[in-house]
């Protein structure tokens, strides 16, 4: 509507694809389930920011999405939230491997996701691990044997434990690429594309990046399927 045309040029917000819903510009008209605007109300947040008005409702359509904001546009609950009504709609047994896998490029970045995860899905009682590399193996394989909703990894790691078969992939149907850029910059991309073999391809496929350059432009065409791209501000190629 006519509203939602206008907070997109408000907010220098640009989406390319088909019937795309309207931006959800306050958290009354979310729809979200009550726990979780709970949080968000404890949190003290005044409302969705502009990258998470956008791509909830196309994110809660169950479609792929390419969002492109930069750093400190609240992308982390642009896709969590998504994700944790994504497990409430088909929440599989944690014993069997996660639903959600959300891939970062480093363990500071892992850790961070990680702590609003629990913040935000404690109480919908949703369980989040976190591997990444430089600390012993033993304390996360423990907490994968425990079964877990959601696992946030760096690629190198995920992969040295898919190896040990420790976790099997076979139960994720809502994937996260985290800071796409910044991953293949580190040079994650022979990782990230194994890791994906493991996930069915029915799934989910949401990539979150700062900047837009062909090598980012390229594994989003190979990886997601149809998606929807939403920019805010001007797009850094
Ligand atoms: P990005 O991943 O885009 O760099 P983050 O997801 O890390 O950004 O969010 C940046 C900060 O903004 C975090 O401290 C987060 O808790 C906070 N934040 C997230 N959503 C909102 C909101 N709707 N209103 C206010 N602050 C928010
Ligand atoms: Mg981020």
């Known amino acids: 509507g006519l509203s939602g045309e206008s907070y997109r040029r408000r907010h220098e917000i640009t989406v390319t694809g088909d019937n795309i819903p309207p931006p959800l510009t306050s958290f009354d008209s979310t729809g979200l389930p009550l726990e979780i605007l709970r949080e968000v109300h404890n949190a003290g947040f005044p409302a969705p920011t502009p990258i998470q008005a956008q791509s909830w409702p196309i994110a809660l359509q169950g479609r792929d999405i ?29 014993h069997l491997g996660p639903t959600v896998l959300v891939l970062s490029p480093t363990r500071e970045l892992a850790t961070q996701i990680q702590v609003e995860a629990i913040k935000f899905g404690k109480s919908s009682r949703i369980s989040c691990t976190c591997l990444y590399g430089g600390a012993p193996k033993g304390p996360q394989l423990k907490d994968l044997d425990r079964g877990v909703d959601v696992v946030v990894a760096t690629p190198g790691r995920l992969n040295d434990i898919l190896e040990m078969r ?3 992939l076979n139960q994720v149907s809502y994937l996260v690429l985290d800071e796409a850029d910044r991953m293949l910059d580190m040079g994650f991309e022979p990782q990230i594309r194994k890791i994906v073999k493991e996930v069915p391809t029915r799934r989910q496929t949401l990539m979150y990046t700062a900047t837009w350059p062909k090598e980012v432009r390229k594994i989003a065409a190979d990886l997601l399927v149809n998606p929807v791209q939403v920019n805010i501000g001007n797009v850094d190629e």
């Open 66 to 94: 390419v969002a492109i904001a930069k750093t400190g546009s609240g992308k982390t609950l642009g896709y969590l939230i998504p994700g944790f009504i994504h497990l409430k709609r088909r929440r599989n047994n944690p």
């Open 166 to 168: 420790r976790v099997s």
